[in-house]
């Protein structure tokens, strides 16, 4: 299948501070998403991003579609100690409901 | 809106034992549901992808007889997994989409599936 990497791995900062992470791949993708999952949950879609060069925000949450479309990244703004959880990418190779990869995702630790 | 309700939320039981996982669509239809796995530390790897009437389509290395998908209706699919194992303990994570134009898929809370 579909390899998307995302770096870094686990990230730990102090709250407050901004987070930038990124996901990549070799592979094209339609559609783009961003997710967040809290232990022993499901994971909550963030942002979704439908179109190459997409910027788009959610509150303190920034997502963009990368123009080649083999890459985007996520920022948070003044993290806050809820941000914690581990977020994923995710792409759609085609426009639809199927076909959806996931990223390796990134660990977000806040510390007071 | 878009929730996607999974019962039960986690589920411990004998080597040998059969466990059905429901996931329902609780405020709209969803023609296709899809089921995932995931490992402690790992992401999510899609299982198979349910279709409203008619049979599941599973991912390489998914055995079908073993993960038995059932989606009887617009807003239910089940997940059986049949005589589990150790090795089948996971968490498991059913997804769904609105029938009409291309929406992200919403996912459930997921199952914490324990064989012992």
């Known amino acids: 299948g579909q390899q998307l990497n995302q770096s870094p791995q686990s990230m730990f900062i102090q709250e407050g501070e901004d987070v930038s992470m990124n996901c990549t791949s070799s592979?094209?993708?339609?559609?783009w998403l961003w997710y967040k999952q809290d232990p022993g949950e499901g994971p909550v879609l963030l942002i979704a991003?439908?179109?190459?060069?997409e910027l788009t925000s959610n509150g303190r949450l920034t997502a963009q579609f990368g123009i080649t479309r083999k890459d985007s990244f996520l920022n948070i703004s003044a993290s806050i100690p809820s941000d914690v959880g581990i977020y994923f990418c995710?792409?759609?190779?085609?426009?639809?409901?199927?076909?959806?990869?996931f990223g390796t995702g990134t660990r977000l630790t806040v510390i007071p | 809106g878009a929730v996607v309700s999974q019962h039960p939320s986690r589920v411990i039981c004998k080597s040998g034992t059969s466990v059905k996982i429901e996931c329902r669509s609780l405020?709209?239809?969803?023609?296709?549901m899809f089921w995932y796995r995931q490992f402690p530390k790992q992401s999510l790897m899609l299982m198979a992808t349910?279709?409203?009437?008619?049979?599941?389509?599973?991912e390489q290395g998914v055995e079908k007889d073993k993960f038995l998908i059932n989606h009887a209706s617009l807003t239910l699919s089940t997940l059986t997994v049949t005589s589990a194992h150790p090795e089948d303990s996971s968490f498991y994570i059913c997804?769904?989409?609105?029938?009409?134009?291309?929406?992200?898929?919403?996912f459930g809370d997921g199952t914490r599936l324990s064989i012992l």
């Open positions: 592979s094209i993708f339609n559609t």
């Open positions: 995710a792409g759609l190779t085609q426009t639809g409901a199927n076909n959806l990869f």
């Open positions: 991003l439908y179109k190459a060069g």
């Open positions: 349910s279709n409203e009437g008619s049979k599941a389509t599973y």
């Open positions: 997804s769904a989409s609105r029938v009409g134009e291309s929406q992200p898929q919403h």
């Open positions: 405020d709209f239809q969803a023609t296709t």
